[in-house]
């Protein structure tokens, strides 16, 4: 069986696994202040065009999401969202359980609008009982979103200039970041996060890290005592220089960009499959997840050699799937997905 169903399968890529084993016998501090942590840092800021952020490197892509908002508000302040963002459909209630309310809003192809923000700041605002609400204060964009699509510069240039105006902070979820910046259409880089966004975070889990994930937050309001809400939280790795270790080595020469732009062209081949066999598409995406509307024949078909990811009955016969690619895609499987989409 060849498994398509999520993108963080399998263990890390070959450099990760032979750094670390290079350096196994090294000694080093514990909870992060060691060299590989601050070489990681030196890394990644090269794409960020901002000397001025601060880096942390966490485990996982949930316990940076309520850190990072346990970290930035106040008991009554919550957080916007779209309603298929992932802290309000796969995270178990973890923002609720910081304290502070989701407030999910109808996203468009998966994504927040500046107009739907825009709307639930004002209704706030011109609010008589602000006391008896949840005021919006942070503002949830995954980029790419569930759905696999992207922000452009200007959506996310557009939704700054609201959070600007209502005071609102702006973080991005990049649990699959590179993913988005490899995407064909895609016209927005670390640096212009780093510019845009108040915090946001470079994923590694999902693309080629055996775990782990770098926390990037640009707003001085936001750095103070972070690290001590990381401890709280559980998030501050005593064997830190382990998250160090995989980040220095996917950013010293590119190689977080060149396999997770690789995920994106095989992602592209098993769009172009389907779009040829007529097979028709959820959603439109052009990176590594792809959502097909699949009849209960195909799937059954389909199923007796790939593992897929169910996400929902559209009608009586017909099934919304996905297929996902990541770093450690290779060409032989798609090559054998190809040939069976053919054959449904």
């Not at 942390?56 to 346990?70: D, K, P, R, W």
């Not at 209630?93 to 468009?108: Q, S």
């Amino acid at each position: 069986m060849l498994r398509w169903n999520n993108d963080y399968n399998h263990g890390a890529h070959p450099a990760i696994l032979q750094c670390l084993e290079q350096t196994n016998d090294t000694a080093y501090p514990g909870y992060g202040t060691d060299e590989p942590c601050e070489a990681a840092r030196k890394e990644i800021l090269k794409y960020l065009d901002n000397d001025a952020v601060d880096i942390h490197f966490l485990i996982g892509g949930t316990q940076v999401n309520y850190t990072m908002i346990a970290a930035a508000l106040r008991p009554y302040q919550g957080v916007v969202c779209a309603d298929s963002a992932h802290i309000h459909v796969h995270e178990t209630g973890a923002v609720e359980n910081t304290g502070h309310k989701i407030l999910a809003l109808p996203g468009v192809e998966g994504k927040l609008t500046a107009e739907a923000i825009r709307a639930e700041a004002e209704g706030y605002r011109t609010s008589g009982v602000q006391e008896h609400i949840t005021q919006p204060k942070f503002v949830f964009l995954s980029h790419p979103s569930e759905y696999g699509t992207i922000y452009s510069k200007k959506e996310l240039t557009d939704i700054r200039s609201v959070c600007d105006e209502y005071g609102l902070y702006l973080y991005v979820d990049g649990a699959r970041m590179g993913y988005g910046l490899g995407a064909d259409s895609a016209d927005v880089t670390l640096a212009d996060l780093a510019k845009l966004a108040d915090a946001f975070y470079v994923g590694g889990t999902k693309c080629g890290a055996m775990f782990g994930e770098a926390l990037v937050i640009a707003n001085d309001a936001l750095k103070d005592h972070f690290r001590s809400y990381m401890k709280q939280n559980g998030a501050l790795l005593a064997k830190g220089w382990l998250l160090g270790l995989q980040f220095y080595t996917l950013f010293k020469d590119g190689l977080y960009f060149d396999i997770t732009g690789h995920a994106d062209v095989q992602a592209m081949r098993i769009r172009d499959a389907f779009r040829k066999k007529g097979i028709p598409f959820y959603i439109e995406s052009n990176t590594n997840q792809q959502f097909v509307i699949l009849t209960d024949e195909q799937m059954d078909k389909i199923g007796e050699k790939h593992i897929f990811e169910y996400e929902s009955k559209l009608d009586d016969v017909h099934h919304v799937v996905r297929f996902c690619t990541s770093w450690s895609t290779n060409t032989e499987d798609v090559d054998v997905l190809l040939s069976d989409i053919e054959a449904l």
